[in-house]
């Protein structure tokens, strides 16, 4: 039997919790000729309500439908490697004729492209085959607008362009965006500054040019219903504290809560109860799991941006990081050298900003932080 608190992706509607008028507003707005902006923290879920959302009957008969991930990408080409490979994976299970019409038209790629022998073809382009990469940019988005089936195209962790080298990449995506009237768009994005400026500032190439959409937490109640359903189809229980308890110390985060929620699921046996006795046991099993590996990305830190990161993890929240108050009250050299070692860390994505408010984004890391101070 599968734990049904999936923590990898997308698995199917029966694992999947709520997010049912999410769901028909966002398939609603596509079907109509619309494109979205998705915004919301990382980790809740905004790539698998997609998956959903794609999944949906008539979303599937009557379109091709591509998630591409671009968070570790660094450049256009790297962006545009991204959107060649996931196209040709999500079209070589539909048969030749499919894949065959998008190589067809990435003629500038024709040499990193090779065949099995079954005939079957693989992306085997690096980002120095890609010489020009506006015109493999110009032909990705030629086989969107002449595709025999319209097209939905969801581009994860879109605010990363503005982190590019390359010239005005926002102005030319907005151009193929706005000519290409045989696809439909969602632009997902976790930092929230970023994405707003790009769709609402009127000075910014996508201004008005998409439905802008926040997603909140799944709802306490909807999620402790997901939780109680499952453990009894499984012949277990568990107690409605449990959940309201995880709930509350992940503030709803839909990753946290799945994957305590797995490690429950796994340690009661059929026919046991889950108490809330169980919980901590729970996520000290996860940080432990995982110690060595904090403990190795401590030990590469410079020593500012450890004490920071420590600090900001005994803190919890942290409005004022540069203040002098906060530096004195743990120890840390100056105002000053505070800001440069938060910048560091908000660029290695070890906290988060939102709204003035800094964080340790991974919260087993703030445990095991809070656990290890001395």
Request: with cysteine.
């Amino acid at each position: 039997m599968i734990n049904p608190f999936v923590t990898n992706g997308y698995v199917g509607a029966k694992y999947f919790c709520d997010r049912v008028q999410e769901t028909k507003d966002i398939t609603a707005w596509l079907q109509n000729g619309n494109n979205i902006a998705l915004i919301s923290p990382r980790r809740y879920g905004k790539t698998d309500l997609i998956r959903h959302c794609f999944e949906q009957n008539d979303i599937k008969k009557r379109y091709y439908t591509f998630i591409i991930d671009i968070y570790s990408t660094k450049s256009l080409s790297e962006m545009v490697n991204k959107m060649g490979r996931t196209i040709l994976e999500v079209l070589k299970p539909k048969g030749k004729r499919h894949w065959e019409s998008f190589l067809n038209m990435v003629h500038s790629l024709k040499a990193g492209i090779t065949y099995d022998a079954m005939g079957q073809p693989s992306w085997n382009v690096s980002v120095g085959d890609i010489v020009n990469p506006n015109n493999t940019l110009d032909e990705i988005f030629h086989y969107l607008q002449h595709a025999d089936k319209r097209c939905l195209v969801a581009i994860d962790e879109f605010q990363q362009i503005l982190k590019y080298s390359d010239t005005n990449v926002e102005a030319a995506l907005r151009t193929y965006v706005q000519y290409c009237s045989n696809a439909n768009f969602v632009f997902m994005g976790s930092q929230r500054h970023l994405m707003g400026a790009m769709f609402v500032s009127p000075n910014r190439p996508f201004y008005q040019s998409v439905t802008v959409m926040n997603l909140n937490l799944i709802d306490m109640e909807k999620y402790w219903t997901f939780c109680k359903t499952h453990f009894e189809h499984a012949g277990k229980t568990i107690d409605k504290e449990v959940v309201e308890q995880l709930y509350a110390q992940f503030e709803g985060v839909t990753f946290y809560l799945q994957k305590v929620m797995n490690v429950l699921f796994m340690r009661t046996d059929e026919g046991g109860h889950c108490a809330l006795s169980e919980l901590q046991p729970a996520i000290d099993y996860i940080v432990d799991f995982t110690h060595l590996t904090y403990e190795d990305l401590m030990y590469q830190l410079p020593e500012k941006q450890s004490l920071v990161l420590k600090a900001i993890a005994e803190e919890g929240k942290v409005v004022q990081v540069t203040s002098g108050k906060f530096a004195k009250r743990y120890g840390l050299v100056s105002p000053s050298a505070v800001k440069s070692a938060v910048n560091a860390l908000l660029d290695k994505d070890l906290i988060t900003q939102d709204k003035g408010v800094y964080q340790v984004y991974d919260k087993f890391l703030e445990i095991w932080l809070k656990r290890e101070q001395p």
